[in-house]
T-cell receptor
Framework: GENVEQHPSTLSVQEGDSAVIKCTYS??????FPWYKQELGKRPQLIID?????GEKKDQRIAVTLNKTAKHFSLHITETQPEDSAVYFC?????????????FGAGTRLAVHP | NAGVTQTPKFQVLKTGQSMTLQCAQD?????MYWYRQDPGMGLRLIYY???????DKGEVPNGYNVSRLNKREFSLRLESAAPSQTSVYFC???????????FGPGTRLLVL
C-alpha cells in the first residue's frame, strides 16, 4: 500500500523567512496530493492541493510542487508570519474518483518566531 | 451550514466499555471517513464509506465498526474499548466532484 514520509518533523523559522516541507510517496499510481494545516486543538483544514497532471500550484504565499518521476512533493511558504505556526500534514491518494483514501504523512510542526 | 459535526467532544471510558461516536454532515457529500490521530503519527484512516450503503476498511480497522445510517450520518463504534484506542477521532466528508475532504472538530477519547 501507499506510504508517505514527511520531513522535517519540526521546523523553526524567523518571521519573513521561507519554509519548505517535503514529502515522498511510494505508490506511483497516486494522483492527488493535498496539504492540511492543523492549529493546536483544531481540525485539519485544507490549504492547497495538487493533482498529478500539474507540476506546480500557487496560492498567494503558499505553493506546492510535484515531481512524479521522483515521487515527491513539497510545500513552500514564503514571507512567513506568526499565524503560520501550526502542524502541517501532507497526504497522497490514488482514489478512483468520487472518494479518496488519503494516506497522511506524520506531520511537520512549524514555529514562526517574531 | 454547520459542515461536519461530531459528538461527543470528549469522552472517558474504562477498558471493556463500549461507545458510539457520531458524525453528521450537511453538505450533501457522498463520501465519509473516520480517522484517528495519535502524536507523531499523523492521521490514519479507520473506515470509509464511498457512498450511502457502502463501507470499507481503511488502514487501522481492528477494534472498530461503522454504520452509514443515511447520506448525512456515519457512526463509529468501539465494542470493547482498549487503552490503545485512546486517541483523537476525526470524521470527514467529501464530494465526488471535488476531492477535498472536510473534517469535523474531533472527539477526544481517553480509555483508562
Amino acid at each position: 500500500g501507499e506510504n508517505v514520509e514527511q520531513h522535517p518533523s519540526t521546523l523553526s523559522v524567523q518571521e519573513g523567512d521561507s519554509a519548505v516541507i517535503k514529502c515522498t510517496y511510494s505508490d506511483s499510481a497516486s494522483n492527488y496530493f493535498p496539504w492540511y494545516k492543523q492549529e493546536l486543538g483544531k481540525r485539519p483544514q485544507l490549504i492547497i492541493d495538487i493533482r498529478s497532471n500539474v507540476g506546480e500550484k500557487k496560492d498567494q504565499r503558499i505553493a506546492v510542487t510535484l515531481n512524479k518521476t521522483a515521487k515527491h512533493f513539497s510545500l513552500h511558504i514564503t514571507e512567513t508570519q506568526p499565524e503560520d505556526s501550526a502542524v502541517y500534514f501532507c497526504a497522497a491518494s490514488n482514489g478512483p474518483g468520487g472518494y479518496n483514501k488519503l494516506i497522511f504523512g506524520a506531520g511537520t510542526r512549524l514555529a514562526v518566531h517574531p | 451550514n454547520a459542515g461536519v459535526t461530531q459528538t461527543p467532544k470528549f469522552q472517558v471510558l474504562k477498558t471493556g466499555q463500549s461507545m458510539t461516536l457520531q458524525c453528521a454532515q450537511d453538505m450533501n457529500h457522498n463520501s465519509m471517513y473516520w480517522y484517528r490521530q495519535d502524536p507523531g503519527m499523523g492521521l490514519r484512516l479507520i473506515y470509509y464509506s464511498a457512498s450511502e450503503g457502502t463501507t470499507d476498511k481503511g488502514e487501522v480497522p481492528n477494534g472498530y465498526n461503522v454504520s452509514r445510517l443515511n447520506k448525512r450520518e456515519f457512526s463509529l463504534r468501539l465494542e470493547s474499548a482498549a487503552p490503545s484506542q485512546t486517541s483523537v477521532y476525526f470524521c470527514a466528508s467529501s464530494d465526488p466532484r471535488v476531492e477535498t475532504q472536510y473534517f469535523g472538530p474531533g472527539t477526544r477519547l481517553l480509555v483508562l
